[in-house]
């Protein structure tokens, strides 16, 4: 694997391979954004970061604007009789920003079905949507980081010349951004649910739909897409 991923490393433009990769996973039904952050830092070390945030920025975009553009008049022919949907659109578009950010960043749902469920909210702009995936980039970060020190590790030669010392503290490196990634994961789930419990106990009706539409996100972005 790590020889592999040398050999990707030094081709002229090898990391657009894995920007293209990248993009074509920011379509659901994949679920390898993850896997792909660490295999830019495995191939690139910390230089990783930068391809990896462009492809996914650039996926995310490029998904919003396709679906859009492609299942316009379903998705409108669709939330316009689906009241949780039009119940969560109001909400979206009242809090603003601060709960287009919270979705975004949220852990669940997954990556291209996040990008697909804010393609069929009408009332996010593309220019919402990328400004919020702008505070994915710290997550990116992390996973890239890990990926670089998995890669240390791979390699026999750097593996041979690490006294043991090194090798814990590449380890420890290693599950340390393992566990801080999952940690804030566990939080910002855990924040989302507590606004969605919000919506909730909410003594307006609207909130309460949107809180279920929140909830049935994942199964309903797929579902109006995929409807004649």
Do not use: C
Not at 39 to 56: D, N, W
Not at 155 to 162: K, L, P, T, V
Not at 170 to 177: C, D, E, F, K, Q
């Amino acid at each position: 694997m790590y020889n592999v991923a040398q050999d990707i490393r030094h081709l002229p433009y090898g990391y657009t391979i894995l920007i293209a990769i990248m993009i074509v996973a920011s379509f659901p039904p994949f679920i390898a954004h993850t896997t792909l952050l660490n295999l830019f830092g495995f191939t690139y070390g910390l230089q990783g970061f930068f391809p990896a945030a462009f492809g996914s920025l650039a996926g995310s975009a490029i998904v919003f604007v396709t679906l859009r553009i492609m299942f316009s008049k379903r998705l409108r022919s669709w939330t316009s009789t689906n009241e949780k949907w039009q119940a969560l659109e109001t909400v979206i578009r009242s809090r603003g920003m601060p709960m287009i950010i919270l979705i975004r960043i949220s852990s669940f749902p997954p990556w291209a079905w996040s990008n697909t469920l804010f393609a069929s909210i009408a009332s996010v702009s593309l220019f919402q949507f990328f400004t919020a995936s702008l505070f994915l980039l710290p997550k990116v970060m992390v996973y890239v980081f890990v990926g670089s020190r998995i890669a240390r590790l791979s390699d026999g030669e750097q593996r041979n010349h690490m006294d043991t010392q090194t090798k814990i503290v590449n380890s420890l490196l290693v599950v340390g951004g393992i566990l801080i990634s999952v940690l804030a994961s566990s939080l910002l789930y855990h924040y989302m649910q507590k606004e969605i419990k919000g919506l909730r106990d909410s003594p307006s009706e609207r909130d309460e739909l949107a809180a279920e539409a929140a909830e049935e996100a994942p199964l309903l972005g797929s579902e109006s897409l995929s409807s004649p």
